[in-house]
């Protein structure tokens, strides 16, 4: 059976990031994860194509390349089990890409199929400081995760966005410090988050770490924080969400020679 969510409100959140609630019957068997940086993969149907949601993935495979549906992975910001509703916000630039173009123009009665939710990262509550580092595409899961802080535990989100209007507000149940960065401030330092977190003053204890931006910017970071802060891999969640000048589809191609060598910098 395919599962599948209809849109029932749409909300601009800011300038560049809209959030899309969805309901209906074909979430009516979804089940979270115990994740917070829990993801679907959103599959969305070529205009064109000789099928709409909900469909047989099968079979949508099989159909000609340009009507195949292309999947790509979102956070889910929210379920809330009691009304049946899943929240995913959108970063858009415009009518450009798959998944940004169709969220820009979503309505209530549009109808995406989903593949999922997996994840594999959620604060421990037994860390004493959570460092979650990211841009606008990991927002949605750095205000998630926020949100499972343990109220004993100290909480650092550094986030970088295109200006002031582009900011969320982030809360969590223990204590809170957020530094944004603003590109418009030094829009020719590819380096601005790599300071942000270079200036940030942690407490000892235990450290936990969620980084998800730009490859540049986490690779940066990354030796950063585990070559020059010493603080531990295990228990961290580190990824490229994205690369600058590539598109989706270039980026997986070069993603798993891009991990590896990453991983000989630290």
Known sequence: ???????????????RMVRVVFGGDGLADFTPTAWTDQYLN???????????????????????PEHRPVGRRYTIRWWDAASGRLAI???VHGDTGVAGAWANSAAPG?????????????PDPGTDVHLMVGD??????????????????????VVVVDDVRHRLELACPGSLEVTWVHRE???????????????????????????HADAAEVRAVLRHLLGERGIPKPGTSISPYWRRHHTDELWREVKAEWLAASELDV
């Open 42 to 64: 959103a599959l969305f149907v070529p205009d064109g194509a000789p099928y709409a949601v909900p469909f047989d993935i099968d079979d949508a495979r099989a159909q000609a």
């Open 1 to 15: 059976m395919a599962r599948f969510g209809e849109v029932v409100e749409v909300e601009w959140l800011t300038p």
């Open 136 to 157: 606008e595409s990991a927002l949605p899961a750095i205000a998630a995760s926020l949100e499972r802080v343990a109220p004993t535990a100290r909480a650092y989100a």
């Open 185 to 211: 401030d030094a829009p020719d330092d590819a380096d601005q988050l790599l300071h942000a977190v270079q200036a940030l003053a942690l407490p000892d204890g235990s450290v936990q770490v969620f980084l």
């Open 89 to 91: 916000d959108f970063v």
């Open 110 to 122: 549009d109808r995406l199929q989903i593949v999922g939710p997996t994840g594999g990262y959620a």
